[in-house]
């Protein structure tokens, strides 16, 4: 194995699981990625590949059938996965945040009921805050769900649901009237269960087609229309005591999710790195290969720091979460500088390749084509930053 991101402490059984999924994505996705994207397919072979290994379970705690294994090894797993091909991380990322959101903070009930059947794959899980109108700002969320009875009723549009056809379970965050003055004490997490497909999922629940995306394809993002869904006060993550504390509850999931994305960013960038250090000694030009030119060298002796940082910074973010520790500002700073520096390193890799990174028989093409989607996903550099600048000003603010 390459020196390149090695993660140091690691115990024989995560050692074993990354070795298995590096075998995995060698073989079974990298020779198919290419062919995939470009149709835009969704990739059920790898997928039915990760259901055997059991990855949809892999946080999941043993007793509800899953492996228990840590924050830090699900990011190396995905930073595995994303390597061979970023749609396919995609594919577990929102799944795993709506399992963690059912393990920390789910009842009794609903932990027994999902939790067995997401760990074998067989129920998916998607993840909702956005909609239309509104990017970072979660306080301008219109979707609302209006008490009936000992029911809910839910209007209103949400967007960018990556697994938003494939899943079962879609943790919504919609707004609710709890009283409070404070507006993100007026957001309730709803479990809204659904069928798989397109269409009218469940009654007064549409998904509507797929939206077409400059890369990230495969897996699918669309949106999720309510029209009067009616939903149980049992359908609220947490029971209906848990009421006004959606907003809080997401943000719990955000942190596991911008560690996954930082994880994401790595694998890209690795893989940036692998094809652009090949090409460079395979490529001649004035009597020599381009890797024995200086500008070359220093190229790829830049991109493979960036890396090793961005590598770290996810690291150490995943370790405090899994530790009980508060990781904001960490997992901000590994998503801030894992996404950044992924759009680096693939430019970089790209620029190696000089002409042909601009065709599509060549690999680099499709990563520069995912690279950017990171820079927005689970929250853009800007709200990475007001985060970590905010934490800061936490511990060093001036006192009186």
């Known amino acids: ?60 705690p043993e007793e509800y059938g899953g492996l228990g294994e840590s924050l830090l090894t699900y990011a190396l797993v995905v930073e595995e996965i994303a390597r061979g091909w970023m749609s396919v991380s995609g594919i577990i990322n929102t799944h795993f945040i709506v399992a963690y959101l059912l393990r920390q903070h789910g009842t009794d009930e609903q932990k027994q009921r999902l939790l067995p059947k997401m760990a074998t794959g067989d129920v998916r899980g998607a993840f909702s805050m956005s909609e239309p109108a509104l990017g970072s700002d979660v306080s301008a969320i219109s979707t609302r769900a209006k008490k009936d009875g000992d029911d809910y009723l839910i209007t209103g549009q949400k967007m960018w649901l990556t697994n938003g056809a494939q899943s079962s379970v879609v943790a919504t ?25 397109y269409g009218e999922t469940a009654p007064g629940v549409t998904v509507p087609k797929k939206i077409e995306k400059m890369g990230y394809k495969g897996v699918e993002t669309t949106e999720l229309i309510f029209d009067g ?21 997401m943000m719990d999931g955000i942190e596991v999710g911008r560690v996954n994305v930082a994880a994401r960013a790595c694998g890209i960038a690795i893989r940036a790195f692998e094809l652009g250090v090949s090409y460079a000694q395979q490529r001649k030009t004035f009597g020599k290969a381009i890797v024995d030119h200086q500008a070359i060298a220093f190229k790829l002796a830049e991109m493979a720091t960036k890396i090793e940082a961005a590598h770290a910074l996810t690291v150490n973010a995943a370790r405090l979460k899994d530790a009980g ?10 998503k801030l500088l894992a996404s950044e520096y992924c759009a680096e390193v693939t430019q970089e890799a790209f620029r190696i390749h000089g002409g042909y990174g601009y065709s599509k028989e060549y690999e680099i093409e499709r990563l520069m084509r995912e690279a950017p989607f990171l820079l927005i996903g689970e929250g853009t550099s800007e709200i990475q930053k007001t985060i970590i600048s905010r934490g800061l000003l936490r511990e060093y603010g001036l006192k009186g």
Do not use: C
């Not at 009616?230 to 959606?246: D, M, Q, S, V």
């Open 1 to 60: 194995m390459a020196r390149l991101a090695q993660t140091h402490g690691l115990t024989e059984i995560q050692t074993d699981i990354l070795a298995t999924v590096r075998t995995f994505v060698d073989k079974e996705i990298i020779p198919h990625a290419q062919a995939l994207e470009h149709a835009d397919e969704y990739p059920s072979d790898i997928v039915d590949g990760m259901k055997e290994m059991g990855l949809f379970g892999l946080m999941i």
């Open 173 to 197: 965050l919609v707004k609710t009237d709890q009283g409070e003055e404070s507006v993100y004490r007026n957001m309730t997490t709803f479990l809204v269960e659904k069928e798989p497909g």
């Open 229 to 249: 869904a009616r939903l149980p006060a049992t359908a609220i993550l947490g029971g209906p005591e848990k009421a006004g504390r959606g907003f809080y509850q």
């Open 325 to 334: 520790q508060r990781n904001d500002v960490e997992a901000g700073m590994a």
